[in-house]
């Protein structure tokens, strides 16, 4: 049980790092010519990064930001509540709350990468013709996995 409950905190917190990178890195789209990307907060090119976004006053866009940054408070909470729990709970109580908080989170990554996906990841509107998804797009769907299977098993698991 010791194990199961330390491989899933290293989990949590390999998620928490993950979120942070996906969020913070403008490598959500990557250019197939050269060496440009675009994220959610900046356009950058081999001359450096710039505040250009084409759509950055789109409410979209903002609405991926904020979904973004909910998903890492909500993670960050979780964690915390999780530890807070271990050390507090008594023995048979199942771990709701630190599961529900993750489940929070999963859904902020869910809609955030979803709204993502559906305007900027294969339009027109990413500034490039020809790209890839980046490692940053790549990062926030597998924190949308992980996330879901912490959530779960939180709400799963009793302190033996």
């Keep these: 049980m010791l194990v199961l409950l330390a491989s899933i905190f290293v989990v949590h917190i390999a998620t928490v790092i993950m979120l942070f990178v996906s969020t913070i890195a403008n490598v959500w789209v990557v250019s197939d010519f050269g060496a440009g990307s675009v994220g959610l907060w900046k356009n950058c090119t081999s001359g450096g990064c710039d505040d250009n976004l084409s759509y950055a006053g789109e409410d979209a866009l903002k609405a991926v930001q904020?979904?973004?940054?909910?998903s890492i408070i909500f993670s960050v909470i979780s964690l915390v509540v999780f530890v807070f729990q271990l050390f507090t709970m008594e023995k048979g109580n199942r771990f709701f709350l630190s599961g529900a908080t993750m489940l929070v989170c999963w859904l902020c990554v869910m809609v955030g990468a979803s709204i993502y996906t559906h305007h900027y990841a294969?339009?027109?509107?990413?500034?490039y013709g020809k790209s890839h998804h980046g490692y940053s797009f790549i990062l926030t769907w597998i924190c949308f996995c992980f996330s879901f299977i912490i959530g779960i098993l939180y709400l799963v698991l009793r302190k033996k």
């Design 122 to 127: 294969n339009s027109s509107k990413n500034l």
């Design 66 to 70: 904020a979904f973004m940054i909910l």
